[in-house]
T-cell receptor
Framework: AQTVTQSQPEMSVQEAETVTLSCTYD???????LFWYKQPPSRQMILVIR??????QNATENRFSVNFQKAAKSFSLKISDSQLGDAAMYFC???????????FGSGTKLNVKP | DAEITQSPRHKITETGRQVTLACHQT?????MFWYRQDLGHGLRLIHY???????NKGEVSDGYSVSRSNTEDLPLTLESAASSQTSVYFC???????????FGQGTRLTVV
């Protein structure tokens, strides 16, 4: 089974600053998808951003962007201009292009300081 | 709007009792999943289904079962609840053309 590792259990960032959350994964497949999900205190899982492995260009969604390094099997999330509403648990996830199963990391709790 | 709903949102049960958590989706997705979320472990896959009458074990399936009699529902049953099954449970679904998983709002289960 694929494994997803988030080595930072908790991080803090000052409001308006930039923070990067790390994620690495282990797979022997060449086609797959990677995701970052946000889980605020409401418990709802919200998709933040996705990356297709066949795309070399890093995905961007407004203040959220990723640094996808396929050879290194690394998929970090950068949040620019951090806002108080960004405070949440963030999960990195992997999905094979051929098998519809999702594997999740252990999560990183992001605190945003005013 | 299509959605995926779980019920109940919260439940307290006693050790040894049978418990069923409901999951209903209106996306018409073939693929449905049950995860449990525990601190330090993220989301771990319990069971999944790729269509009616299809069910498969995930990485933490012991003590749990599912059945899929229609496209919309995938109920999760704890045969004999144990304290180790105290957790937050998430149901999710995805379609053939969708790359992402859509989640329900979660069920917090406490076994006392």
């Amino acid at each position: 089974a694929q494994t997803v590792t988030q080595s930072q259990p908790e991080m803090s960032v000052q409001e308006a600053e930039t923070v990067t959350l790390s994620c690495t994964y282990d797979t022997s497949e060449s086609d797959y998808y990677l995701f970052w999900y946000k889980q605020p205190p409401s418990r709802q899982m919200i998709l933040v951003i996705r990356q297709e492995a066949y795309k070399q260009q890093n995905a961007t969604e407004n203040r959220f962007s990723v640094n996808f390094q396929k050879a290194a099997k690394s998929f970090s999330l950068k949040i620019s201009d951090s806002q108080l509403g960004d405070a949440a648990m963030y999960f990195c996830a992997y999905r094979s292009a051929h098998f519809n199963k999702f594997y999740f990391g252990s999560g990183t709790k992001l605190n945003v300081k005013p | 709007d299509a959605e995926i709903t779980q019920s109940p949102r919260h439940k307290i049960t006693e050790t040894g009792r049978q418990v069923t958590l409901a999951c209903h989706q209106t996306w018409n997705h073939n693929n449905m999943f049950w995860y449990r979320q525990d601190l330090g472990h993220g989301l771990r896959l319990i069971h999944y289904s790729y269509g009616v009458q299809d069910t498969n074990k995930g990485e933490v399936s012991d003590g749990y079962s599912v059945s899929r009699s229609n496209t919309e529902d995938l109920p999760l049953t704890l045969e004999s609840a144990a304290s180790s099954q105290t957790s937050v449970y998430f149901c999710a679904s995805s379609g053939p053309g969708d790359t992402e998983a859509f989640f329900g709002q979660g069920t917090r289960l406490t076994v006392v």
